[in-house]
């Protein structure tokens, strides 16, 4: 069953975080949620409590990655799902020849 949480927060804190989020593609009950749940995984606070910064729970690449892919246009479009698929069995087998 799922349960309403109410936050009262600073009207500026509010905007801007929301666009932090929004720029990665997410909202913020969707970053309360996924905050409680590393809380609960990690039994402690899922960020560095010394210097008060949010540690990233996906990792800095990855959301660079995420942010790149978000506002990268399509460089390649396909006919069907055919070709999506061979293409991404080529790709799969370049990086397994690169490692």
Same mark, same amino acid.
């Given at each position: 069953? =799922? #349960?309403?949480?109410? &936050? %009262? &927060?600073?009207?500026?804190?509010?905007?801007? *975080?929301?666009k932090?989020?929004?720029?990665?593609? =997410?909202?913020?009950?969707?970053?309360? #949620? =996924?905050?409680?749940?590393?809380?609960? %995984? $990690?039994?402690?606070?899922?960020?560095?409590? #010394? *210097?008060? @910064?949010?540690? &990233?729970?996906?990792?800095?690449?990855?959301? $660079? *990655?995420?942010? @790149?892919?978000?506002?990268? #246009?399509? @460089?390649?479009?396909?006919?069907d799902?055919?070709? &999506?698929? @061979?293409?991404?069995?080529?790709?799969?087998?370049?990086?397994?020849d690169?490692?």
């Open positions: 069953m =799922m #349960k309403t949480i109410s &936050v %009262r &927060v600073d009207s500026e804190l509010k905007d801007k *975080s929301s932090i989020l929004a720029d990665i593609g =997410m909202s913020t009950s969707q970053f309360v #949620k =996924m905050a409680l749940t590393q809380l609960v %995984r $990690q039994g402690q606070l899922p960020f560095n409590r #010394k *210097s008060y @910064e949010a540690t &990233v729970i996906l990792g800095d690449e990855t959301v $660079q *990655s995420l942010i @790149e892919a978000q506002n990268r #246009k399509a @460089e390649t479009t396909f006919e799902f055919d070709a &999506v698929n @061979e293409a991404l069995n080529k790709a799969d087998k370049k990086l397994k690169s490692l």
